[in-house]
């Protein structure tokens, strides 16, 4: 109940403080096992289950950029098709999902786990967007030059360092989110109702941030939106 939010809240406030306004680390916050673990006891203490509160915590690492990732060279086309398969068992029936991707796409350095639950988060946020109203999710990818990458703003707001970045797109057809609210939505509990709830949004923020990757969001209230995740694509050997 209220005990719940008030505590999962107050150690979000404490992360927060952690981090810069702008999403850029503050020196380094290091959450040793330890903390982690204590916020955990706490949140049993507040009328969790243990694996509820082992998953918020998850999540509260995910949005500070500190999960534990188990990097690997991934090929994101073949990670599409399975999270495509993942996601058709678990979309209403109104949503339909369809995957455009080019024959050819450059490999990146990730965690599989981590990079599809971004996906999936942007995806189950889209289907959301729509409202039960039947409509069309579209899961993209594609390779960007740095220098080509929109001028859209970029979530966090750091300067893009890699050469050339796998973009992968997740447009709906949904609702769509105001130009003034579109700041807010990386904002951990910040909640509309077409927006997600909770830590979706913030953890997938989180997820990019710690693999040196941004997000940019395009947004036309009543005709969708579009979020893409930008991750560096592996340099290729000369």
């Known amino acids: 109940g209220t005990q719940v939010g ?5 150690h979000y406030r404490e992360l927060q403080d952690a981090v810069a306004g702008d999403g850029v680390m503050v020196g380094v916050l290091a959450v040793p096992a330890s903390a982690a673990q204590e916020v955990a006891d706490d949140l049993v203490a507040a009328g969790l289950s243990t694996k509820q509160a082992a998953e918020l915590v998850q999540q509260m690492l995910a949005y500070s950029g500190q999960s534990r ?3 690997e060279t991934l090929d994101v086309a073949a990670m599409l098709h ?3 398969q993942m996601a058709r068992s678990m ?3 109104y949503a339909q999902i369809q995957l455009k991707i ?4 450059p490999a990146i350095e990730a965690d599989e786990g981590q990079v599809r639950q971004v996906v999936m988060n942007l995806i189950a946020n889209a289907a959301e967007s729509l409202e039960n109203r039947p409509g069309t999710i579209e899961l993209s990818a594609g390779i960007h030059a740095a220098r080509e990458v929109p001028a859209a703003p970029l979530w966090p707001h750091a300067p893009l360092t890699a050469e050339r970045y796998v973009a992968i797109e997740v447009a709906d057809s949904g609702i769509g989110i105001p130009a003034d609210q579109l700041g807010k939505v990386f904002e951990p509990f910040y909640s509309t109702k077409f927006t997600g709830r909770g830590l979706g949004l913030p953890a997938v923020l989180g997820i990019v941030r710690g693999h040196k990757g941004a997000i940019q969001v395009h947004s036309v209230p009543g005709q969708g939106s579009t979020f893409r ?3 560096p694509a592996k340099p290729v050997p000369a």
């Open 6 to 10: 008030d505590t999962t809240v107050r």
């Open 102 to 105: 080019p024959a050819a796409l």
């Open 69 to 71: 990732f188990a990097i």
């Open 91 to 93: 979309l209403p029936a």
């Open 82 to 84: 399975r999270t495509l």
């Open 229 to 231: 995740v930008l991750l």
